[in-house]
């Protein structure tokens, strides 16, 4: 038995009523993208199905480091939708890991229906899980960040997935979707602007953003970059939360 099907008081399996979290947080600013500086709450959910070297928060997914279950312990979704609605914000971002991992769990269908009675939901995704019809009649807006050769770890066919990008392609052309690739030089740009014009994505939703840990680096790696990546007909964002708070959880 896992501990996703351990049956809690009321007799119901917390798989039903039950999400990994690693923290809960806002209000804040909306940090990256085509919506930095918008006011909003962040929900990060644990676990996830790739292993990039350069990720930010591993404590989600990397049990050879942490105790993934200490960081992100099964809470119920109601007291997280509670603990949103206090932040009063407009706006709930829902990250991860790979929050979309979680749309077969009927816990994830719920954490969607109670966070729309508060506002808007966006969620961030690395674009290998389909939305559920579900998902997408619940979200407004999808950031989906493919992951490149730089990822380190996993294989093309399972960072990129041509059938699913297709789908978010579709939402971005509704007005309801970006793309954002973590690049870290000139090759990154290179494989970016490549993925771009294999899969069709349109060059009006694709944002560059500069990999860093730190306020110096990104700004540094953004002004090697910007010139290139205005050739390439591309966007480009900071991290505004990392410049503001530096490298911090929960913020």
Not at 118 to 124: R, S
Request: proline content about 6%.
């Amino acid at each position: 038995m896992t501990n996703t099907d351990t049956v809690g008081s009321t007799g119901r399996a917390l798989h039903e009523t039950h999400l990994p979290v690693a923290e809960i947080f806002g209000p804040t600013f909306q940090g990256e993208g085509p919506h930095t500086g918008r006011v909003c709450s962040f929900v990060r959910l644990g676990l996830c199905n790739l292993a990039c070297v350069f990720c930010d928060t591993p404590y989600t997914w990397d049990r050879a480091r942490f105790d993934v279950g200490a960081e992100c312990p099964e809470q119920n979704v109601t007291a997280v939708c509670d603990q949103v609605a206090g932040h009063n914000t407009p706006l709930t971002v829902i990250t991860g890991g790979e929050p979309l991992i979680h749309q077969g769990r009927v816990a994830f269908i719920e954490l969607l229906n109670r966070l729309a009675q508060h506002g808007g939901i966006h969620v961030e995704t690395n674009g290998t899980i389909p939305p559920t019809e579900h998902t997408r009649e619940r979200v407004e807006h999808f950031t989906v960040s493919p992951k490149l050769s730089n990822n380190g770890a996993d294989p093309c066919n399972k960072r990129v997935k041509p059938c699913v990008l297709r789908a978010f392609v579709e939402l971005a052309m509704a007005g309801r979707a970006n793309f954002k690739f973590v690049v870290s030089d000139h090759g990154d740009l290179a494989e970016v602007d490549h993925l771009v014009a294999e899969h069709q994505l349109p060059r009006s939703a694709v944002w560059i953003m500069p990999e860093g840990r730190t306020g110096d680096e990104i700004l540094a790696k953004q002004a090697t970059l910007a010139d290139a990546v205005l050739k390439c007909g591309l966007n480009m964002t900071t991290r505004m939360h990392v410049l503001i708070w530096g490298d911090r959880r929960g913020v």
